[in-house]
């Protein structure tokens, strides 16, 4: 019987050719698709996984301050304190929330370290890397001490046996006491994990958020009891103190700073479903971004749909033509549920083809699409072998039962007797696919549209200042107290070269932050603002404009001492009507309490940490006002002409008189800032593929179900020619139908794209209003290809010879 | 009002030319009912499609109300055959999705006529045929001699020159062919022009003048004298 039904089936194959192959190939699109969203998908629901402490870890964040923004750091005491009054907690971890990185030496060896994670000595209690070599217990508790990866242990040491060995970084010496393995994915996946985060000032300092923190709670514990129990330390330790401090009521403070609040997120889930730090970052191999996750599923899946539906389109459709064959199949003994098998067995050999194309068409587009994701995703996995095969199968059960089971009930009579082909069963379902196929292609046209509107609008937008030009070249100089004259010396020097026009710096970084913010309080208003620590002229470089009063200037001497600046926002956060010659008491203090300044000048608002984000509220002293000297990066304006000798100039003043040890890292300004929206550009390509892919299987779908469907009018096509039917009008009665399907497909298509594109734009402080012109566009072009595609087939359609279909039906 | 002359119809395939008419001469007047007969692969069909402007002929002439047939544009031809011409197949022809109302009314669309106009029309023939009950069923739900009736009524609403029929009796039991055939009889006796083509020699007798072909020539030609209409005189 399987032989019969195999001779069947290819014979069928080879009747149809053109159409079997985009079937296949269409299938083998949508299969490849959600492979690819599968793999992201367990990719990022694999994170931290591995951990056994998974349920009893959670990251601890803060919610503080009148715009609740939320905190990734922690202070030392609050986390002490934590520890120490509340029992449910087991132990807690202090650690870097970002990788630190920098010069390790071993003996003649010198290697720049991207991924360090500097921490407490708690950090393999909460992250319990299998350890390979060396301490099994207590690896940090000695002071000085650092655990190496088992990859980086042999990049190092090679054969050497690691342990005790004495490794420096960024000049201090550290033991290896224990080599660890790194298990992926993981929040934190770090070559070198080294000790001594904690330093003594930090224990008393209730106000320095610095430092990550991690706390493992003992087994069945009530999570909201812990959340309450460190509220409570915050309020008592912080608040209630501040209070007192500003002389106001507790009430009165709470409603004007802001209610801090506690946030615990188990680390089981947090890659995906945390809580998104606004200050700083959650974790140093960052956060999952779920709504990715859920668009890729979204989409492949309903691209998947589209072409499972023009499969059962097409099988239906066809399966009139073999009306007669299951006729005789019925009459000679065939029982539906044979018949039903034998469909939905013809539908499981051509998605066996398809997921075969589907893994071929996965193993040679996966290296672009890990450059989309920015990851490293393979094919395999025991749970990826297990999804393939639910794949095949639920694409069988969706693709095949409803075929089979239409054939399956045709009435052998009926069928054996002719005129069958002109049925008209399942023509509705056939034509509602239709218009839920053109709802997908619309949602996909108007969101590719939109995405790209919203893209180009942010990479043409006026970002209040101008990177043209300018690179930034890291500055590494350890000593603090002297690097702001390490600064202007090499200013000096840097300022004699040709190539070089201008050359300044401030504490931050476009793209990124200010590396610094305090909050203060004028007229009962609090703000959090940004501080841009800049040298004179910094402004003047970037291009960005001072809307009332003056820029920082060293021709007065106050401009160093008591004078600011402030950006359009914080004086609107502050309802400062006349802020030239105000007097701010600031967030910074000295041993003579918290310092006053005078605003002398009132700065555009520009763009520095992307545009998800809104333009912070900043204020604007000079670098040697507070003298913190927390600048990374020396800022300079080359030109454009000779670049490259310019930079090889600058590259060798940095390898002799700056860093001596690392190599030189140069950016453009311009660059490092379209970074902040990379993603964006990246779902802007994707969505362009996508389009293309849908639209293309919706036009094959279209074409196919058009041709049978006339294909079966043709008899009642003669007939109207015979009575005097004109093209023209033969055309208008064969195409009508299809252009208004077109019509409300698209119709029911812009509800979810409206909706899911003002979701997608949500995120975004500066975006583009969704406009009318992708719906037109796309209105247009369903149209305009529908036509195409109908009017060539009914003109073919037209041409054929009358008298055969009027005889011989 | 039709005239052909040594009609010829070669019908060429990639191996061998066949001729389905070699040198047709015929003459019908208006008022004739005509009966084409002949043993299958004759060429009578042929003969019927090209008179209805449905087929090309390879050669001659064929002249319908004055006018030159051959070498006509398809989009002529439509026009002359929505004008003039009324069909009458042997499987009714009649499209299973529109209605009998629907069907009648065809060709009055193409014909631009109005709609107010088209529903009169068709009512009154709907009536004159005996099928105004059944306006608002589908084909399939019609015994075969309605279908046929809907056939001849969609025939005849646009009051055409001549009415071409092609074996109308052919899927009909004996009683309903014969209705069919009266009907076409009452026509003809209130002036309409009709061609027939028919395997029957008793449909045939229904008809003035019977041509015989064969081999795709015009074999013999007779005169009927029905002889019920004796007995009925």
Redesign the interface.
Known sequence: MLYNWIKIFIYHLKQNKLFSFLNVLGLSIGIAGLVFATLYWNNEHSYDVWNPNNENVYQVLNQMGPQKEIWASNSTPFGLACKATIPEIESICFFGNRYDGGLLKYKSKKLIVKKAVISDEEFFNIFPFPIVKGAKTAILKEKNSVAISDASAKLLFNEEDPIGKSVNFENEFYTVRAVYKIIQPSAVEPDYVFNGLIKEGDRESWGNFNYGLMIKVKKDVAIAAVVKKMEKIVFENITQKNAKESGQTVAQFIKENGESKIILDQLKTARLQGTKASIGINFPEGQGNLQLVYIMMGLSILILVLSIVNYINLATATAIKRAKEVGVRKVVGASKSLIVMQFIFETAIVISFAVILALAIVELTLPFYNDFLNKDLTLNGSDFYGQIVLIFVLVIVFAGIFPAIYISKFETLKVLKGNFSRSKSGIWMRNSMLVFQFSIAAFFIIGALVVYQQVSYMSDKDLGFSGDQIIRIRFRYDDWETKLKKYETTKQELLKMSGVQDVSTFEGSFGDDTNSTSGFTHNGIFVQGHNVNMDFGFLDMMKIKILEGRDLSPEFASDTVSNMLMNETCVRTLNLKKPINTIITSGWGNDKGMLKFKIVGVVKDFNITGLKNKIPPMIFVNLKTLGWSNFHFVYVKVNADDLAGTLAELETYWNKNINQDYPFEYEFVDKTFAKTYLEQLKQKNLFFILNLIVIVIAIFGLFALASFSMERRLKEIAIRKTLGAETNTLLKELSIQYVFFCLVGFLIGIFPAYLLLQKWLEDFAFRIDIPLFPFVVALFSLLFLTLLVVLAKAYQVTKMDALKYLKYE | MITIQNLTKIFRTEELETSALSGINLQINEGDFLSIMGPSGCGK?TLL?IV?L??SASGGSYTLLNQEMIGLK??ER??V???NIG?I?Q?F?????LSVYDNIE??LI??KVKASERKVKVEAIAEKLNIAHRLKHYPQQLSGGQQQRVAVA?ALINDPKIILADEPTGNLDSKTGNEVMELLTDLHAKGATILMVTHSDYDASFSQRTILMKDGVVFSEKMNQRNVDVFTI
């Open positions: 069909s499609n209805g449905l087929d398809e989009k439509s026009s055959r929505k004008e069909f197949f499987n022809n009649l499209i299973d999705e065809l060709p193409y014909n969609r």
